[in-house]
T-cell receptor, first 116, second 109 residues
Framework: GAVVSQHPSRVICKSGTSVKIECRSLDFQATTMFWYRQFPKKSLMLMATSNEGSKATYEQGVEKDKFLINHASLTLSTLTVTSAHPEDSSFYIC????????????FGPGTRLTVL | GIQVEQSPPDLILQEGANSTLRCNFSDSVNNLQWFHQNPWGQLINLFYIPSGTKQNGRLSATTVATERYSLLYISSSQTTDSGVYFCAGWGSNDYKLSFGAGTTVTVRA
């Protein structure tokens, strides 16, 4: 199956700083990528849909100024958590859709963010 | 988006046992996928199965699209099968995957 990488896998930062997470589709081009957030023992919650070359579409309740998404190429999307606070601590997972394979979605390994 | 209901929420198995996980959808689905989330958080694609039956080793899945449900079968379970199993799908008017709450499977040696 297709491979999606995510970096970093784990990050610890101080409150008020910004953190950037990268998501790459390694062996396919992804016009559409997705960012999810997962709380402990909970399901995945979609935060936003990222389309290459255009603005991201955010789900209701997700602050677009706090969670900046950029999808500058067909293989790279980034999520920047701006002015992070402890309540932003979570597991963030990206996903990419392979339109050459029935639009099947593949997921990155996730990034565990801890804000002190 | 569509509503996805998974059952059971938790499953404890003895190694070697068989089990069935179920996923019900509130509406017709155009894309249905099963995933296994391992203890490190990685979602692993198990099946892309909007309809029909597929098998991959000890795992198989069946989707009955007209009745809006899908089943995942685990046979001869192993401890490495432990983790959370999610199903997800999107409907005809919504191209975003909606996830179920997951089934947590624990296989004991």
């Amino acid at each position: 199956g297709a491979v999606v990488s995510q970096h970093p896998s784990r990050v610890i930062c101080k409150s008020g700083t910004s953190v950037k997470i990268e998501c790459r589709s390694l062996d396919f081009q992804a016009t559409t990528m997705f960012w999810y957030r997962q709380f402990p023992k909970k399901s995945l919650m979609l935060m936003a849909t990222s389309n290459e070359g255009s603005k991201a579409t955010y789900e209701q309740g997700v602050e677009k100024d706090k969670f900046l998404i950029n999808h500058a190429s067909l293989t790279l999307s980034t999520l920047t958590v701006t002015s992070a606070h402890p309540e932003d601590s979570s597991f963030y997972i990206c996903s990419a859709r392979d339109f050459t394979s029935n639009n099947e979605q593949f997921f990155g390994p996730g990034t565990r963010l801890t804000v002190l | 988006g569509i509503q996805v209901e998974q059952s059971p929420p938790d499953l404890i198995l003895q190694e070697g046992a068989n089990s069935t996980l179920r996923c019900n959808f509130s509406d017709s689905v155009n894309n249905l996928q099963w995933f296994h989330q391992n203890p490190w958080g990685q979602l692993i694609n198990l099946f892309y199965i909007p309809s029909g039956t597929k098998q991959n080793g000890r795992l198989s899945a069946t989707t009955v699209a007209t009745e809006r449900y899908s089943l995942l079968y685990i046979s001869s379970s192993q401890t490495t099968d432990s983790g959370v199993y999610f199903c997800a799908g999107w409907g005809s008017n919504d191209y975003k995957l909606s996830f179920g709450a997951g089934t947590t499977v624990t296989v004991r040696a």
